[in-house]
């Protein structure tokens, strides 16, 4: 309990700080940029410049997607859970959202913790088709996530599961732009070999 706590508290953390970033995004990459100057060779510099852009890029376009499928997901997933006559069907529905930032697991995460709660305020009857319903909207998020950044969903499952196994929560919500910038400096470095 406490380390989910502790991890949903770094998440909030994470996103508060990203938002701040992105506001200011001109100005921090404006300053990287006269910096790069300076230090690098003009070559070098190209190749910094390309990857600091690129990384910018895919990290905006990964929050905003994530944040716009939690909202998305969280408000279907309330409505559902309220026709279906579930206790605490908005709160369950914003945490599921919320564990949603996190792509994969943190939809089974969640399930799981709404599957629990649910048995012991409507029965198990009422948890199983909760259950169901929650899980097949939860399905199209690797898809989604994998759409956004041009990966595919086996990269985004296995970066998660890598990224919390060595770095918890915050891992598994960072993991999957961190393995596309990877992956677009490896196929760039694959190119020019083959070049």
Not at 31 to 57: A, C, G, M, P, Q
Not at 85 to 113: D, R, S
Request: charged fraction near 15%.
């Amino acid at each position: 309990a406490i380390n989910v706590v502790t991890g949903v508290f770094d998440l909030f953390v994470s996103i508060i700080v990203s938002i701040y970033i992105l506001s200011e995004r001109d100005e921090i990459l404006g300053f990287f940029n006269r910096l790069s100057k300076r230090i690098f060779k003009e070559d070098t510099y190209s190749n910094v410049e390309k990857y600091f852009y690129e990384t910018n890029n895919v990290f905006f376009r990964f929050i905003s997607r994530q944040l716009l499928d939690g909202m998305v997901v969280g408000i279907i997933t309330s409505i559902a859970m309220k026709i279906m006559g579930i206790q605490y069907a908005v709160l369950l529905g914003f945490m599921i959202g919320l564990f949603n930032l996190i792509p994969y697991f943190g939809a089974i995460i969640a399930v799981i913790i709404a599957g629990i709660i649910t048995i012991f305020t409507g029965g198990l009857d009422q948890a199983i088709w909760m259950v169901i319903i929650v899980t097949i909207l939860q399905l199209i998020n690797p898809k989604i996530t994998g759409d956004s950044l041009k990966i595919s969903p086996l990269l985004v499952i296995f970066a998660v599961t890598v990224g919390g196994a060595y770095f918890g929560v915050l891992g598994m919500f960072l993991a999957v732009p961190i393995a596309t910038v990877i992956k677009i400096i490896l196929e760039d470095y694959i190119k020019n070999v083959n070049a």
